[in-house]
């Protein structure tokens, strides 16, 4: 059974930073692409960053590039949003997704191509 555990939401400040992790289990981690996407209501889901298997390839969001990093750690099974600079556009649930198949950064960069899905984690910039 997969399973994303995210966390390292919370309120911040405009300016501010907050580092999102996602725990992944019932996978082989480093067999799978991550990524992160977010959500705000009203909205559909928007890709936000992925990271192929052995991080050597990453993709943005042109709203968030410079300003957010995705990693990961394949000995931790876990993937890393940092986040810097954070304006209050970025308020949204962020989704951690994980990707069964083959790195693909034009299906993500129109919120698709990932397997399996995380609850997610508030993320709320105040002005």
């Known amino acids: 059974q997969v399973q994303l555990v995210e966390s390292g939401g919370g309120l911040v400040q405009a300016g501010g930073s907050l580092r999102l992790s996602c725990a992944a289990s019932g996978l082989t981690f480093r067999n799978y692409a991550m990524g992160w996407f977010r959500q705000v209501p009203g909205k559909e889901r928007e890709f936000v960053a992925a990271i192929n298997w052995s991080g050597g390839s990453k993709l943005y969001a042109d709203v968030v590039k410079g300003r957010l990093t995705i990693s990961r750690d394949n000995d931790k099974n876990t993937v890393y949003l940092q986040s810097n600079s954070l304006k209050p556009e970025d308020t949204a ?13 034009s299906y993500y960069l129109r919120g698709g191509g990932m397997d399996y899905w995380g609850k997610g984690t508030l993320v709320t910039v105040s002005s």
């Open 93 to 105: 649930v962020y989704y951690c997704a994980a990707d069964d198949a083959y790195y693909s950064g």
